[in-house]
C-alpha cells in the first residue's frame, strides 16, 4: 500500500508535509533559536534578524515558541487517533462474529458516544482530574471512537459473508485464527483512512481546547494557545495569527490529503489503478517500435 500512495502526487505531498510536521515534534524544541518562555524588552516587535516572526506581548520569540508548542499539538492529535482506533475498531471487527448480545450492546454503546458533545465533556473530565491534555484526549478518543467502530464493523461484514470465511468457520477455525487471517487484511484499507482523517481530527481538537486554555498551562506553547494570544493583538499585528493557522491548516489538509490517497489506492480502485497504469505501460510498449539492430540485417 505504501508504494501505491507513494505512487500518487497525492500521497508524495502528503506524506512529505506530515514529515516536516513529525520533524518539528521531535526537534522543534531544539530548533528552537531562543528561550520559548523567556521574556523580552521588546514586546509585540517585527519580524527581524533577531526574530524572525517577531514577538509577542510579553516579547517572546513567536518562531520559538511555534516550534517548541510543535510537539504537544502533534502528540495530543495522535493521542486522539491511536485512543479512537483502539476503542472502536477491536470491537466492531468482533461485534460480527460474537453473537448478538455483544453487537447489540457496542451499537447503542456507539450510538451513545455519538450523540455526546466531546469539547463539553472533555471540560468535564479537565475540572474532575486536572487540567492535563492527557485526560482531554483520552476522553476525546472515547468519543470519536464509533467512527473506527462502524468503518471496522462495515469491512468485516463485507468480508464475513465470502465464502473462504465461512469454509474456515466450518471447518473449525477460531474466531481469532479467522481475523488475524482473512479479516484483518480486508479491514485494514478503510481504518488507515479512517485514521488518517481522525489524526487531523484531532488537530483541530487540540487546538480548540488550547486556544481556550484547557489541557495546558500557560506559558507552555501550542499552536491554538499562540494562535489565541495573537488575537487579542491584532490592532498591532494584524499578521501575527496566520503563521500557527498555517500550520494548524496545513496539516489538517495534508492529513486529508493522505487520507485520499489511500482510499485512491485501496480495495476496488487500487485494483482499477493498477489494472491501469499496467494497461498504459503495455499501450507505450506497443507504440514504441523496437530500435534496429545495429549493422542492419544480414
Known sequence: MVRRVLSLATGRI??????????L???GPLLAP???????DHPLATASGAHWLGTDYLGRDVLSRLLDGSRVSVL????????ALAIGAVPGILSVHLGRVFEWVTLRLADTLVALPFLLFA?????????GLSQAMLVTGALVSPLFYRVARAATLAVARSPYVEAAIVSGASIGWVVRRHVWAKVLPPIAVALAQTVGVGFVIVSSLTFLGIGVQPPAPTWGGLLASDLGYLSHQPWAPLAPAL??????????LLA??????SGEAGRALVNTRKARANRR????????PAGGVR
Open 285 to 292: 510498449r506497443e507504440a514504441d517500435p523496437a530500435p534496429a
Open 247 to 256: 500550520l494548524i491548516m496545513v496539516t489538517v489538509w495534508a492529513c486529508n
Open 123 to 131: 471540560v468535564a473530565v479537565i475540572a474532575l482530574l486536572g487540567n
Open 260 to 265: 485520499d490517497a489511500i482510499r485512491d489506492v
Open 14 to 23: 502528503a506524506l512529505a508535509v506530515l514529515t516536516v510536521i513529525a520533524v
Open 76 to 83: 495530543g492529535s495522535l493521542e486522539v487517533a491511536f485512543t
Open 25 to 27: 515534534a521531535l526537534f
Open 34 to 40: 531562543q528561550n520559548p518562555l523567556a521574556t523580552g
